[in-house]
């Protein structure tokens, strides 16, 4: 029965570390989008507001209505400058994951790679113990044939 290669439970180790990563990755995507989807949705309000007021144009407003669109409109601004931050801090967050996970898999690539050159010096060292058994057992029979 073969030992069992410490690398193996690396690798073990290296793969799920690598899945975690990925589902943190996945969420920082989720949470960009979803930051994204609201500034689109506030922006394409304020441009829905302000075309409803180009309407209004022509006909009488009330000094006071005037001035509570204006404040209506700076509101949604301060909104939209809100969510240009929280898109551009998920942003960030989704860059690290994405570092992160790559980190992750380069480790567990590498680990791979050593496993693999283990292998191959095993069965290396396997077709050697085999080809000398095979002379061995070769120049005996040359031997015995001799006598």
Known sequence: MAKHDPLDTVLKLALEAEEQAALQLKSAQLIHKKC??????????RLDYMKQMEQQQGHVISASNYHQFHQFIRQIDEAITKQLYAVAESDKQRLK?????????????????????KATKR??????????LTDEFASQQFFRKRR
Request: proline share 0%; net charge positive; aromatic share 8%.
């Open 36 to 45: 994204q989807d609201q500034l689109a949705a506030l922006q394409q309000y």
């Open 97 to 117: 994951g994405q570092e992160y996970w790559q980190g992750k898999q380069q480790k567990r690539k590498a680990v791979e790679l050593l496993l693999e050159k």
């Open 123 to 132: 069965q290396l060292a396997e077709l050697k113990q085999e080809q000398k």
